[in-house]
């Protein structure tokens, strides 16, 4: 099993800048990379909140520190686990909001294209009963196009030679295995070569015009487990929840993997940086990379981006252009009075 590298660890810790006493909560502890260098930070007299939808992860021996409180639970629940459990100020909350090496490279979890596992994807067995086996035996022609365009942003007409050669197989047979569904997107794209064998379920280079590409499979797999687990729909649900609960200065570091979270972030800071009541300060204007070191060390971290914002003071708000520049508008006091000033110096007519 590969060993776990938590993603941009020096980045998260910069901005999230964790302090001794400080309490922080980390909505997806994963193989608690993160978690174990903000404990560090935060020393005995800070505490942790630990959170993850997989009941497996949560016996990770970090849990049984004295000062770390591990809930199994989905993130979009994260006013209610806080309320129940974590009666304390929070000066920080980081989503990772991708899979731990451990979901990764466990076959029976179904999560990776490269084995051979069940088509399962549930990041909560026991408390989730769709299944990516589900979905793909049980969903109309129109539903899975409808996914794996909206979910693995795969263009319309390969998305629909995948869902009718779905529909097609399924009449057949009904696909149990990981590599079931490996072969039937290998038998759309490639029927050729698939048949012919100069390509199969474990081949892992692909190529177009001698150019490397990305698995066919990766979209397709993204899509499915976006539809299972609901994860689009649970980022939308948890960012308002963790800028209510942050204390005024405390941050928010989102770590996205995808374009569909990394808009979902974007739009929710922007919409909360502007108006005339700002909630918060964006600490990245673009969204931080990794390092090239860290992708050639850990080629999972290629596609991560980390975005960070501020809780401000309810009252606070950023000067407006005109303030800046000391010009008068109507509501500030010093620019009337001064405009007062000046006509009562003006000569009489």
Same mark, same amino acid.
């Given at each position: ?8 660890? !020096? ?16 909505? +997806?502890?994963?193989?608690? @990379? ?40 989905? =993130? ?12 304390? *100020? ?17 076959? +029976?979890? @179904? =999560?990776? =294209? ?48 995948? $869902? ?24 759309? =794209? ?5 048949? &012919? ?12 015009? &001698? ?13 499915? !487990? ?26 928010? #570091?989102?770590? #996205? ?31 931080? $990379? ?13 596609? $991560?981006?980390? !975005? ?8 606070? !708000? ?9 010009? $008068? ?19 009489? *007519?």
């Amino acid at each position: 099993m590969t060993m776990h590298k938590p993603v941009m660890l !020096r980045e998260v810790l910069e901005y999230l800048d964790p302090k001794p006493n400080q309490n922080f909560i980390d909505c +997806t502890f994963g193989g608690g @990379g993160h978690a174990t260098a903000i404990l560090e930070r935060i020393g005995q007299a800070g505490l942790l909140l630990a959170i993850d939808a997989d009941s497996q992860i949560l016996k990770n021996v970090k849990c049984q520190m004295s000062n770390v409180k591990c809930v199994n639970d989905n =993130f979009r629940s994260l006013k209610s686990i806080y309320a129940n459990n974590f009666p304390y *100020p929070v000066s920080g909350i980081l989503l990772d909001l991708g899979l731990s090496s451990m979901e990764l490279d466990d076959e +029976t979890r @179904g =999560f990776s =294209f490269l084995k051979d596992g069940p088509l399962d994807m549930r990041f909560d067995k026991a408390k989730q009963e769709l299944t990516a086996g589900e979905v793909l035996n049980k969903y109309t022609l129109d539903n899975l196009v409808k996914i794996f365009t909206e979910y693995g942003e795969v263009p319309i007409g390969r998305a629909r030679q995948v $869902a009718k050669a779905v529909v097609e197989t399924r009449r057949r047979r009904r696909m149990e295995t990981n590599f079931d569904f490996v072969a039937v997107i290998l038998q759309a =794209f490639y029927p050729g070569a698939f048949a &012919r064998g100069k390509i199969s379920v474990t081949t892992r280079d692909f190529y177009h015009h &001698r150019k490397k590409i990305t698995h066919p499979a990766t979209q397709f797999f993204q899509a499915l !487990r976006v539809e299972v687990n609901g994860e689009l729909a649970s980022l939308k649900l948890v960012l308002p929840q963790a800028m209510d609960i942050l204390e005024t200065g405390g941050r928010l #570091a989102v770590i #996205a993997f995808h374009s569909l979270e990394d808009r979902i972030v974007k739009k929710f800071f922007k919409e909360s940086v502007h108006g005339d009541s700002p909630t918060l300060r964006l600490l990245t204007k673009k969204p931080v $990379a990794p390092t090239l070191e860290e992708i050639a060390d850990n080629p999972r971290s290629r596609s $991560a981006k980390l !975005r960070v914002a501020e809780k401000r003071h309810e009252n606070t !708000r950023p000067p407006r252009k005109r303030e800046r520049c000391g010009q $008068a508008w109507l509501g500030n006091p010093d620019a009337v009075s001064f405009l007062s000033l000046s006509r009562s110096r003006l000569p009489a *007519p």
